[in-house]
């Protein structure tokens, strides 16, 4: 059986548990501390030297890290993975957006708030940046989904798995979501698609 090392705040392992519950894959969830150095152990270290969670284990004992390279390697041969050439390299093209110009900036906010993390004088002159990046990564979001269902195609793919994870709980980062309607229609387009589990569900 799969096993998947996870903390359950975390919107990246979010979208590893959406992705299996999807595709019907039973695992088994193993939760970490990652306030108090949990993933930071020399036996986890010994799985994934990055120390980050998600890390999926495979039935052969190898694991396989990164959020968006795991519901790649999940969803391939899927229907939330297309078959055609330019449409696989759109979904990463979306993948790479949300690492690269989405999580930094709407999730770690998040992280901060809810996890009680220090405001260290650091930290407080980069949210002000944060919060501009983030809201302009939104408004890309929303102005490519004004005229479509979903990212990539017209069904769901994981390309709107891995941004949904932290779109949906932007709120709880401080950001205000009433000023993006095509982003606000997508979400609810999202949660709709059977079948589906809440960030709260292990």
């Known amino acids: 059986m799969l096993r ?29 501390d990652i306030d108090h150095g949990g993933t930071r152990t020399p036996d986890f270290l010994a799985k994934n030297p990055n120390g980050r969670i998600p890390t999926l284990e495979l039935e052969d004992g190898t694991c ?17 993975l297309p078959d055609g ?9 979306w993948l ?32 002000p940046g944060k919060r501009k990046q983030g809201y302009d990564a939104l408004g890309v979001m929303d102005g490519h989904l004004k005229e479509r269902r979903f990212f990539v195609g017209e069904r ?20 205000d979501l009433s000023g993006f309607p095509a982003v606000n229609a997508w979400l609810a387009r999202v949660a709709a698609e059977p079948p589906h589990i809440p960030i709260t569900q292990g």
């Open 4 to 32: 998947l090392y996870d903390n359950l705040s975390s919107g990246n392992g979010y979208k590893v548990r959406l992705m299996l519950h999807k595709l019907g894959i039973a695992f088994e969830r193993v939760e970490m």
């Open 64 to 80: 396989l890290a990164e959020s968006n390279a795991i519901i790649w390697y999940l969803a391939d041969g899927s229907p939330y």
């Open 85 to 93: 050439r330019l449409e696989r390299a759109q979904v990463l093209q």
């Open 96 to 127: 790479f957006f949300e690492q690269y110009s989405h999580e930094p900036n709407v999730a770690t906010p998040r992280y901060w708030i809810t996890h009680h993390v220090e405001m260290t004088p650091e930290r407080t002159m980069a949210l």
């Open 156 to 175: 769901l793919s994981i390309a709107d798995v891995a941004l949904y994870a932290y779109t949906h709980v932007a709120h709880e980062g401080g950001f």
